[in-house]
T-cell receptor, first 111, second 116 residues
Framework: QKEVEQDPGPLSVPEGAIVSLNCTYS??????FMWYRQYSRKGPELLMY????GNKEDGRFTAQVDKSSKYISLFIRDSQPSDSATYLCAMRSGGSYIPTFGRGTSLIVHP | GAGVSQTPSNKVTEKGKYVELRCDPISGHTALYWYRQSLGQGPEFLIYFQGTGAADDSGLPNDRFFAVRPEGSVSTLKIQRTERGDSAVYLC??????????????FGAGSRLTVL
C-alpha cells in the first residue's frame, strides 16, 4: 500500500460544476499538505498548501484537511474548461523537506 | 532566472548509453530536488540537495543513477547504462531556504527521456 492514495480518474464534469478531489494517506506524521496542478507536458505548479488540519480558501479553490481520518480534499467551484488538468496531492512531515506525491487525478471540464 | 529551467526538454537514447540531464534552479534557492514521473503516475522522489551536498539520496533506484550540484546552483542528473525502464519525465524542483515557510517546491517543465 502506498503512503498516499489518489484515484486517477478521469473525472469528467460540465462547466460550472463543483469538483471534489481527494487523497487518503497512511503516515500520521504528515503535517504539510499541498495541491499541485499539472497541465499536459508541463511541470506541476502549486495551487494551495495547508498546515495541519482545517480549511483554506483561495478564490474558487478550497483545501480541507481531516487529520483524524487521514483524508484531504480540494474543492473547485464554478469549474472552467481551463481547469482541465491533473491534480496532484502532496504531503510531508514536519521533520522532512521531501514531499510524497499521490498519482494524480485527471480532471476534464467540458463546455 | 525567473523559473526552474531544465535541459534538454526531450532526450531519445539507445539502451546502454549514458545520459545527462541538467537543472538550473531559481536564483537564491538553496534546496534542489529531482523527481521521476512515469506515465499516469505521480512524481517519485529521487534525490534532494541542500547547497552542494546530497541531503537525501534514498530515492535513487540503483547505482546507475547519480546527481551532482558542485557549486550549489546548477545540478546534473547522470544515468549510466540506460535501460528501457528508465524512460520517464525527470522533474527538477527548487525551494527557498529552510525556515522561510512551508518549503514549497517550484518545478521545471521536466526532461522527457526515452530509451529505445
Amino acid at each position: 500500500q502506498k503512503e498516499v492514495e489518489q484515484d486517477p480518474g478521469p473525472l469528467s464534469v460540465p462547466e460550472g460544476a463543483i469538483v471534489s478531489l481527494n487523497c487518503t494517506y497512511s503516515n500520521s506524521a504528515f503535517q504539510y499538505f499541498m495541491w499541485y496542478r499539472q497541465y499536459s507536458r508541463k511541470g506541476p505548479e502549486l495551487l494551495m498548501y495547508t498546515y495541519s488540519s482545517g480549511n483554506k480558501e483561495d478564490g474558487r479553490f478550497t483545501a480541507q484537511v481531516d487529520k483524524s481520518s487521514k483524508y484531504i480534499s480540494l474543492f473547485i467551484r464554478d469549474s472552467q474548461p481551463s481547469d482541465s488538468a491533473t491534480y496532484l496531492c502532496a504531503m510531508r512531515s514536519g521533520g522532512s523537506y521531501i514531499p510524497t506525491f499521490g498519482r494524480g487525478t485527471s480532471l476534464i471540464v467540458h463546455p | 532566472g525567473a523559473g526552474v529551467s531544465q535541459t534538454p526538454s526531450n532526450k531519445v537514447t539507445e539502451k546502454g548509453k549514458y545520459v545527462e540531464l541538467r537543472c538550473d534552479p531559481i536564483s537564491g534557492h538553496t534546496a534542489l530536488y529531482w523527481y521521476r514521473q512515469s506515465l499516469g503516475q505521480g512524481p517519485e522522489f529521487l534525490i534532494y540537495f541542500q547547497g552542494t551536498g546530497a541531503a537525501d539520496d534514498s530515492g535513487l533506484p540503483n547505482d546507475r543513477f547519480f546527481a551532482v550540484r558542485p557549486e550549489g546552483s546548477v545540478s546534473t542528473l547522470k544515468i549510466q547504462r540506460t535501460e528501457r525502464g528508465d524512460s520517464a519525465v525527470y522533474l527538477c524542483a527548487s525551494s527557498s531556504p529552510l525556515g522561510s515557510g512551508a518549503n514549497v517546491l517550484t518545478f521545471g517543465a521536466g526532461s522527457r527521456l526515452t530509451v529505445l
